[in-house]
């Protein structure tokens, strides 16, 4: 593991990273909070999932959470959101496939699926490396993220609840099968036979019979994508079904940006330590 960079912030360590990872065939960034009660004791771990374009960076940078980090005594790790390199095959023109844009899938289909193992990564190889590198308490985890990483925390943590103590998200892709922005994407990693999206789709998942404790999701009102992309009445209504208690706050005036995220970031991490 390579050391990109570290600095100090609110008394404990900001660190972006490098591997050359066997899942993605490629080398993976990702950075990593350590807060300054981690050098006197393993310390929570709370994952953050990244949306459409992004890389590790734009949390890191923009996401305004070390402060609530620090205070809470919690290490936030963020991952990269897709396999990148001259030899990963992408579409540079679409933003919602390829390049910035994993789903948090293993891919099946080619030419993608010798490089498009975002689920594997994110739930089985960054853990070990993490678990291996880093004061981090394994039986503590969290996990969060914005709009497609909002999907991937969602569906993860459906499929692991025996691992993750808690799920919050950031106007979350409720039902990526069905949104215009991820179904031409999941029928590109995964194939046309819509069964095996299934378990990428959190409300396809709750309706299979997949439980988890509770979540919490924060939503702006003046999102763009909030209509056809988002629909978080849609993960509403299959909770309400399923008996999963939500706490769905529809913020006023607010967009899809990181003014957004960062305006509620302390709630939720406030929110993820009572549970960690």
């Given at each position: 593991m390579e050391i990109v960079s570290t600095n100090k912030s609110h008394g404990g360590v900001q660190g972006v990273y490098r591997h050359d990872s066997r899942e993605t065939k490629c080398?993976?960034?990702?950075?990593?909070?350590t807060p300054p009660q981690a050098e006197r004791g393993p310390a929570?771990?709370?994952?953050y999932l990244s949306g459409l374009t992004c890389s590790h960076a734009n949390v890191t940078e923009k996401g305004e959470f070390r402060a609530a980090a620090a205070k809470y005594g919690v290490i936030i790790v963020a991952p990269d959101t897709s396999p990148r390199g001259?030899?990963?095959?992408?579409?540079?023109?679409?933003?919602?496939f390829g390049?910035?844009?994993?789903?948090y899938v293993d891919a099946t289909?080619?030419?993608?699926s010798k490089n498009y193992r975002m689920y594997s990564y994110v739930t089985e190889e960054l853990p070990a490396l993490i678990a291996e590198h880093f004061p981090a308490d394994m039986s503590r985890q969290g996990i969060f993220g914005h709009s497609m990483g909002g999907h991937g925390a969602f569906t993860i943590a459906l499929k692991h609840p025996d691992r993750f103590k808690s799920c919050s998200a950031f106007a979350?892709?409720?039902q990526p099968s069905t949104a215009g922005w991820s179904r031409p994407s999941l029928e590109k990693y995964l194939g046309p036979d819509e069964k095996t999206w299934r378990p990428y789709d959190s409300t396809l998942l709750i309706e299979d019979g997949a439980r988890f404790k509770e979540f919490l999701v924060d939503q702006g009102t003046s999102d763009n994508f909030l209509k056809d992309g988002l629909r978080p009445w849609l993960l509403e209504e299959a909770c309400a079904k399923a008996g999963i208690p939500l706490v769905l706050n529809m913020r006023d005036g607010y967009d899809h940006s990181y003014y957004f995220i960062s305006t509620f970031m302390a709630d939720h991490i406030a929110w993820h330590a009572a549970r960690l």
């Open positions: 080398a993976m960034t990702f950075s990593v909070f929570p771990v709370l994952w001259p030899d990963v095959p992408d579409e540079p023109d679409n933003w919602q390049s910035g844009a994993g789903f289909q080619e030419p993608y979350p892709i409720a």
